[in-house]
């Protein structure tokens, strides 16, 4: 039975969606100015399958509140979500994070391996890989040019440079415009903190790494492949899917997830 929980937290209440399955768990943690309802597509079919589905909203995101004054931070959002797994104390997780929940999957499973007994990357850059010039200046040019957009613009803005196909541009725009932007851009300097080169660190737990083949977000389509070899992974790259392929591609993403629960 599907039901919608909360985790109170310093200056936050988390919110997130739980199957009650008894199949092996698969956590979902969304990119940055969306939310859970990015693996709308994913629920019912993984549910289905016999598998405890829990998808959270992140502080400030969806259905999670934020406290008056407090902002999203980079430290604040890896703690709740590795407050989050201590709570619902899952055997062997499949931690599958997207973008900005990507970063946060990595960066849990670096410092507390024992949490989870599985990644899945989707459309995130390698946390610990090396960066180019170029990538160190994108870095720290990302949000200062996103404040240079109107507000009534950065949905719609947001939305077609992360989806290739109508349906998934209209639903993520909806979803971006939920966000005030000045949270936005917290979110997003939270996103670009999580970067953090470590020449030799390997993922500690089965590593299932995703991409669409249309995603030109960031250095993620040259960062990913890199990271496929360095750890000795397959990488699959999803066709004619942009940066959210869980809704330009659904079907696709919900097989990998399939394969990773195994």
Request: charged share 20%.
């Amino acid at each position: 039975m599907v039901k919608i929980e909360t985790l109170e937290r310093p200056g936050a209440i988390l919110s997130y969606l739980d199957t009650g399955r008894h199949g092996r768990a698969l956590v979902l943690v969304h990119g940055a100015g969306v939310d859970r309802g990015m693996w709308a597509p994913q629920l019912d079919t993984l549910g289905a399958a016999g598998h405890r589905v829990i998808a959270v909203d992140l502080r400030g995101h969806g259905a999670s509140t934020l406290d008056p004054g407090v902002r999203v931070t980079a430290s604040d959002l890896l703690d709740d979500l590795v407050a989050l797994l201590q709570h619902l104390a899952l055997p062997s997780p499949v931690l599958v994070g997207h973008s900005l929940g990507g970063n946060l999957a990595q960066a849990l499973v670096r410092r507390h391996p024992a949490l989870a007994g599985g990644l899945v990357a989707i459309d995130c850059t390698w946390n610990t890989g090396p960066l180019t010039a170029l990538d160190r200046l994108g870095l720290r040019i990302a949000a200062p040019s996103l404040a240079l957009v109107p507000a009534r613009l950065l949905p719609g803005l947001m939305a077609s440079a992360s989806a290739v196909t109508p349906d998934a541009v209209a639903a993520l725009e909806l979803m971006f415009a939920r966000m005030p932007k000045a949270r936005f851009l917290d979110v997003w300097r939270a996103t670009t903190a999580r970067v953090d080169p470590e020449p030799g660190y390997r993922t500690p737990v089965p590593l299932t790494l995703v991409r669409g083949a249309r995603d030109r977000t960031g250095n993620i389509a040259t960062a990913m492949p890199a990271w496929a070899r360095a750890e000795g992974v397959a990488e699959h790259v999803i066709a004619d899917a942009g940066h959210v392929p869980t809704l330009d591609a659904p079907d696709a993403v919900t097989a990998i997830l399939r394969e990773a629960a195994r």
